[in-house]
C-alpha cells in the first residue's frame, strides 16, 4: 500500500475520444509522476509536475497533458485516443528530491 | 541515448534457491538504481535502491551495483513461489525521469 490512489481502475475508449485520468498521491509528496505501461514493456515516463507546474517531459505528443493541483493531486488528459495508446497508466509520487517514486495501482486504458 | 537493458526471460528456479537478475544501463552519469516487483495484472512495487558500488542487503534480496562495469543486479535468496513476478530495474539520471527496462519474467517452481 503506497498510499497513492487512482481512478478509474479500467476504462474503454474508443479511438478519437479523450480521457482524464485521476491521482491522489501519498501524504506529504508534492512531485507526481505519470508514466505509460504497454504490455510486454517497462513503464515510459510521460511528464512530471511540481508545485503545480510541469517539471519534465518524456517523449509524448502534445496531445498528452497533465494538471496537478493545490492538495498535489493530479489529472492525466490524453486527446484524440489512438489504438495504440492501450496501456496501463500509472501515476507516481515522490518527495520534493524525486529520488524514489511509489506507484499507484494504475489506470487500464483500452482504445478501440 | 539512455538505454536500460535486461534480459527478459522467462528465467526458472526452484523452490529455495537463489535467483540472479541482472540489468546493464548506458550512461555512465547515471545516479540512482531501483529494482521494482511487478505481479501480473498490478501496478510495480518498489523493492529495493541503491545509490553506491557495492551490496545491499535487506533481508531475502541483496542489490549489487558495479558503476565501473554500468551494471546492477539483483539476487533473492531462498526463492518462494510469491516471488514469481517481473522485475523490473529502474535507473535515474539527473533530472526527473527514471528509465526502466523491459523487465525479467522469474518464475519459481514449488
Known amino acids: 500500500e503506497t498510499g497513492v490512489t487512482q481512478s478509474p481502475t479500467h476504462l474503454i475508449k474508443t479511438r478519437g475520444q479523450q480521457v482524464t485520468l485521476r491521482c491522489s498521491s501519498q501524504?506529504?509528496?508534492?512531485?507526481v509522476s505519470w508514466y505509460q505501461q504497454a504490455l510486454g514493456q517497462g513503464p515510459q515516463f510521460i511528464f512530471q509536475?511540481?508545485?503545480?507546474?510541469?517539471?519534465g517531459r518524456g517523449n509524448f505528443p502534445p496531445r498528452f497533458s497533465g494538471l496537478q493541483f493545490p492538495n498535489y493531486s493530479s489529472e492525466l488528459n490524453v486527446n484524440a485516443l489512438e489504438l495504440d495508446d492501450s496501456a496501463l497508466y500509472l501515476c507516481?509520487?515522490?518527495?520534493?528530491?524525486?529520488?524514489?517514486?511509489?506507484f499507484g495501482e494504475g489506470s487500464w486504458l483500452t482504445v478501440v | 541515448q539512455k538505454e536500460v537493458e535486461q534480459n527478459s526471460g522467462p528465467l526458472s528456479v526452484p523452490e529455495g534457491a537463489i535467483a540472479s537478475l541482472n540489468c546493464t544501463y548506458s550512461d555512465r552519469g547515471s545516479q540512482s538504481f531501483f529494482w521494482y516487483r511487478q505481479y501480473s495484472g498490478k501496478s510495480p512495487e518498489l523493492i529495493m535502491s541503491?545509490?553506491?558500488?557495492g551490496d545491499k542487503e535487506d533481508g531475502r534480496f541483496t542489490a549489487q551495483l558495479n558503476k565501473a562495469s554500468q551494471y546492477v543486479s539483483l539476487l533473492i535468496r531462498d526463492s518462494q513461489p510469491s516471488d514469481s513476478a517481473t522485475y523490473l530495474c529502474?535507473?535515474?539520471?539527473?533530472?526527473?525521469?527514471?528509465?526502466f527496462g523491459t523487465g525479467t519474467s522469474l518464475t519459481v517452481i514449488p
Open positions: 541503491i545509490y553506491s558500488n
Open positions: 509536475y511540481y508545485r503545480e507546474e510541469e517539471n
Open positions: 501524504s506529504g509528496h508534492n512531485t
Open positions: 529502474a535507473v535515474k539520471w539527473a533530472g526527473n525521469q527514471f528509465y
Open positions: 507516481a509520487s515522490s518527495l520534493t528530491d524525486g529520488n524514489t517514486i511509489y
